[in-house]
């Protein structure tokens, strides 16, 4: 194995420590990125049981400062986001003018006049451009702050525990869905209640560098509860599991968000027009009377695993296309995200398969998610 990343990858502050640790690296995005340390299926299970640390830093941070960076999130951006209060975070999206999904997001406010977008690092550049251009006109500056940050995620049961032992922050009194500023082991940082794994955990936006100092802090601090490194293959079949959508997969621009079951975060009542309103109103009347393809759970039967564009097929017509599948450690079985046709859509629809490689295996519909944590 390579001790440096290929000339033509971005590396994260952590590069020289994942490589310290065995890690199997990739490339994501253009950034050369730990896909597993050892088992994917044991770094899964520690996170679903007790507690896993993510690398993160591929995430693109931009950030929108100024009088009207509310205004302009709220044109740029399809949620209502100058209704979200100092310290929260909203799930969202930023569409095309025709509705199609550039990238889903999530933004956080830092201050009044000051908000945190995180974009995903494939869609990080397009999005920093769809809201250099729509700022035109607003009083507010949008800024790349990539390479400000470093990101550290903890995710699982003992996150708390371990983060506890490590801040004086309030995070009994952090919400699913907010962020503070505070110290960890010493290190200043934003710390979120958000993940992408479907457990409690944290994220952690720290100067890049901070970022080591940090890493091997949470590290002796989770020993004694099990706290392993986990890379990004393990992030997918927990997110999978939880019924999270991942861009390219779940979501494109060929969809808008009612196709994809998430008209919820588009805010026609917000003040104001945004980009792709009357697309958008167009494609939520469509979904009112001519329903789209739907997004279920299927769960096999046997044990061949589904991939990104198998057909889904019903009494020899092809009623749908998975866009994601793995074998579930935690259910142990193949599981698969698809698109099927709203009359196949219902729990338990019988008839159902894949074809995989010209045979048709035998899948269960259900709806999502396929895993939900114990509160």
């Known amino acids: 194995m390579s001790s440096t990343a290929p000339p033509d990858k971005r590396r994260t502050a952590l590069d020289a420590l994942h490589r310290s640790l065995g890690a199997t690296m ?3 995005a253009g950034w050369d990125m730990p896909l597993r340390y050892g088992s994917e299926r044991d770094e899964h299970n520690a996170v679903r049981t007790r507690a896993g640390l993510f690398d993160l830093s591929h995430m693109g941070e931009i950030t929108v400062t100024g009088p009207q960076a509310a205004a302009l999130l709220d044109h740029a951006l399809v949620g209502n986001i100058g209704g979200v209060t100092v310290g ?3 799930y969202t999206m930023i569409c095309r003018a025709d509705g199609g999904i550039l990238d889903d997001l999530i933004v956080y406010r830092r201050a009044e006049t000051e908000y945190l977008v995180v974009a995903n690092a494939s869609n990080a550049q397009v999005v920093l451009d769809a809201l250099t251009e729509r700022a035109a006109g607003f009083d507010a500056e949008v800024r790349d702050d990539r390479d400000a ?3 550290i995620a903890v995710q699982g049961p003992e996150s708390p525990g371990i983060l506890k032992s490590l801040t004086d922050a309030d995070l009994d009194g952090l919400k699913y869905y907010a962020g503070l500023p505070g110290t960890v082991a010493g290190v200043p940082a934003l710390i979120a209640r958000t993940g992408y794994t479907g457990e409690d955990g944290f994220e952690l936006f720290v100067k890049p560098e901070h970022a080591v100092e940090l890493w091997q802090a949470l590290t002796e601090a989770g020993e004694g509860v099990g706290l392993v490194p986990c890379g990004l ?3 997918d079949t927990l997110r ?6 991942l861009y390219g997969h779940e979501l494109s621009t060929s969809l808008t968000p009612f196709d994809a079951g998430l008209g919820r975060v588009v805010k026609f009542e917000k003040e104001g027009d945004f980009v792709g309103r009357e697309a958008l109103r167009q494609a939520a009347a469509r979904a009112e ?3 789209p393809r739907v997004l279920v759970g299927l769960v096999a039967e046997g044990r061949r695993v589904p991939r990104a564009g198998y057909a889904v097929v019903a009494d020899g017509q092809v009623i749908g296309e998975v866009t994601s599948g793995a074998p579930s450690p935690t259910l142990g079985k193949p599981l698969a995200m698809a698109y099927v046709d709203a009359t196949h859509a219902a729990p338990g629809t019988p008839g ?3 074809d995989i490689r010209g045979s048709h295996e035998p899948y269960e519909v259900v709806a999502l998610p ?4 114990r509160k």
């Open 352 to 354: 159902v398969g894949v």
């Open 240 to 245: 999978l599991e939880a019924g999270m959508p």
């Open 149 to 151: 940050y470093a990101l």
């Open 88 to 90: 929260r975070a909203r």
């Open 289 to 291: 009377t001519d329903p």
């Open 26 to 28: 990739t490339d994501f």
């Open 370 to 373: 396929f895993y939900k944590r």
């Open 233 to 235: 293959s393990c992030r």
